[in-house]
């Protein structure tokens, strides 16, 4: 199994911070929250980032992530995906499948990770943790699906796969409100519920 933690988005709605470098109440930068979560559950991590993004990409090489730069054409989400997912080629951990990770949810705590890796099989294929019947992250897909991850495009991300293999979807419950916090604003970093 190996971890992909997005962090090569735009943060736009966050205004002229690097949003991914913010510090939590912590002190700890969200994208280093989230890739330590991530590599908890999952050691084998790989976190795609902007080529100009090198404080980034030096925070998290530092922490014993493998970091992959996008090249400048390739900034949608699902172009930083397909990197991705070409890029663990490279990973023998791979072969058992993918956890796909937002760099922008540092809340999501590694024993939830955990349960969705451990829980991804050649039966339920495609695993997504809910809390109180709502959706969130990370989404873990075994290997079989990597030619369609790698043909993804746009900024649908993997979306357009789980809407095509419903049958193959298992929903796992948590009691981890974290995974379904994303942090797209100031005023998000800020609210106490998604604290752990």
Request: charged share 20%.
């Amino acid at each position: 199994m190996i971890g992909i933690l997005l962090a090569a988005g735009f943060s736009r709605r966050f205004g002229a911070s690097n949003k991914l470098l913010q510090p939590m109440a912590d002190g700890r930068p969200i994208a280093l929250a989230a890739a330590k979560n991530l590599m908890q559950a999952v050691p084998d991590c790989i976190a795609v980032v902007r080529p100009d993004n090198t404080a980034l990409a030096t925070l998290l090489r530092q922490a014993g992530v493998n970091v992959l730069a996008c090249e400048e054409t390739e900034l949608e989400m699902a172009d930083s995906l397909c990197a991705a997912i070409r890029h663990s080629a490279n990973f023998e951990a791979a072969q058992q499948g993918f956890v796909i990770a937002l760099a922008d949810m540092p809340y999501i705590q590694p024993t939830t990770i955990r349960m969705v890796a451990n829980k991804l099989n050649d039966r339920e294929s495609i695993v997504i943790p809910t809390y109180h019947g709502q959706r969130g992250h990370p989404v873990a897909f075994a290997a079989q699906y990597r030619s369609e991850l790698e043909a993804l495009k746009g900024d649908e991300g993997a979306r357009a796969i789980v809407k095509r293999h419903t049958s193959a979807i298992c929903l796992l419950p948590c009691e981890d409100a974290g995974i379904l916090a994303d942090i797209d604003t100031l005023q998000d970093l800020e609210r106490e519920e998604f604290r752990v």
